[in-house]
């Protein structure tokens, strides 16, 4: 039975980046978020794209999720591999992504026909799920999501603003994962930032207490997938100013992608290939206690969201380096005590942090404190609460003024 007495909302949510299996990377944390909500007593149903051809319906953890066929099977790849961004540089990646899309909102619309009929939409990233949601006029209010990426492209592309200002303006409400990426995205549509819902996406605090507190000792380690985004090769380029100076840290890289083979070959073109272990795809039930001795996590994406994974690494009680590459990745890590933040594509201060950092016997208790407080506001269930408010609100014709 639900453990909440107040009336259930009806939540449709759309996104193109969901769990496709157990164990999968691609949007665990929407998955922890829409759980969460069913737990909360919500009826909760997902709109994704098809993988290669896998469409249909299914349940989980008390979530039905349908796949919409957007393409034949072998084009269906622009969702769930992290690679949206690159397809969209060319034509055909741009042909796939106005399918995706028009499928997605005929899904949304066929949903909002069988009924019983949702009380709110919640669209993940404003491309493509938020113009699904947007073309859908669906006769039912939407809630934006801004992750991160979307909110970069809006800096790149005058169509893309043109664009995103109609589906911002049309949503009843708008979140963002961190002040940044709302920041971003308010001046681009003409909204109040205030009226802005800053709200980052839920941990796995159940992963974090089966991997329990850290020993230490266990080096340096960086979590992801490896894309050019993720810019692992100034990671490699740090560790050589470390091999000059006589340092012998070691390097565990957690993820697979299409920069591992280039990544690796640049490991040894820069001499440090042996004191650095591409542990490759773990399950992300495994990446805590896969990471949990770190003596210090290492964050240097560029243009992330929140910075979801240096986060997590904060909770585990891991000391963290970041380099301030435009996001919101400086609003969770300090930039002193637990954590130094560095300048974007300066591998000698990168260096230098992560010495500085591993060689702080002071650093980890403090990381523990403050992975403490982001353990219990990130906690699935607290953020399904503040969405689950945000929802109540909008569903009773509220919402940004």
């Known amino acids: 039975m639900p453990r909440h007495r107040r009336a259930a909302v009806r939540i449709l949510s759309v996104t193109h980046n969901y769990p496709r299996f157990e164990g999968d990377l691609a949007g665990a944390f929407l998955e922890r978020l829409t759980a969460a909500l069913a737990r909360r007593g919500h009826a909760v149903e997902v709109v994704t794209p098809a993988d290669a051809g896998a469409g249909g319906r299914s349940e989980r953890d008390g979530v039905a999720v349908t796949r919409v066929r957007y393409a034949p099977a072998r084009l269906e790849t622009l969702a769930h591999r992290g690679t949206m961004t690159s397809a969209l540089k060319s034509p055909a990646g741009l042909a796939a992504l106005a399918s995706l899309v028009a499928a997605q909102a005929r899904a949304l619309r066929a949903a909002a026909r069988a009924g019983p009929a949702a009380d709110v939409l919640h669209a993940h990233w404003w491309v493509p799920g ?97 894309t050019a985004q993720k810019r692992v090769d100034l990671l490699l380029e740090a560790f050589a100013v470390l091999a000059r100076r006589g340092r012998r840290h070691r390097l565990l890289i957690v993820g697979d992608g299409p920069e591992r083979a280039p990544l690796e070959r640049r490991a040894t073109a820069l001499g440090v290939a042996d004191r650095v272990r591409f542990e490759g795809r773990v399950e992300p039930a495994r990446v805590p206690e896969t990471i949990a001795d770190a003596d210090v996590f290492v964050f240097t994406g560029v243009g992330e969201g929140f910075g979801l994974a240096a986060a997590e690494a904060l909770a585990l009680g891991i000391p963290v380096v970041a380099t301030d590459a435009g996001g919101g990745v400086t609003e969770v890590v300090p930039q002193a005590g637990p954590g130094r933040v560095v300048p974007a594509g300066n591998a000698e201060a990168l260096a230098g942090a992560i010495d500085e950092l591993a060689c702080d016997p002071g650093a980890r208790p403090l990381a523990a404190e403050l992975g403490a407080r982001l353990q219990r506001e990130l906690a699935p269930d607290a953020v399904a609460a503040r969405f689950e408010e945000l929802f109540r609100t909008v569903a009773r014709g509220g919402g940004r003024a």
């Open 130 to 226: 938020g113009l699904s949601a947007w073309l859908a006029r669906a006769g039912t209010p939407y809630v934006v999501t801004l992750h991160g990426t979307d909110a970069a492209l809006l800096g790149r592309s005058a169509a893309a603003r043109a664009v995103a200002r109609r589906v911002l303006r049309g949503a009843a409400a708008v979140t963002a994962v961190s002040a940044f990426v709302g920041r971003r995205a308010a001046e681009v549509a003409g909204l109040e930032p205030e009226s802005i819902l800053v709200q980052p996406m839920p941990l796995d605090v159940a992963g974090l207490a089966r991997a329990g507190p850290g020993a230490g000792g266990g080096g340096v380690v960086t979590v992801g997938r490896l």
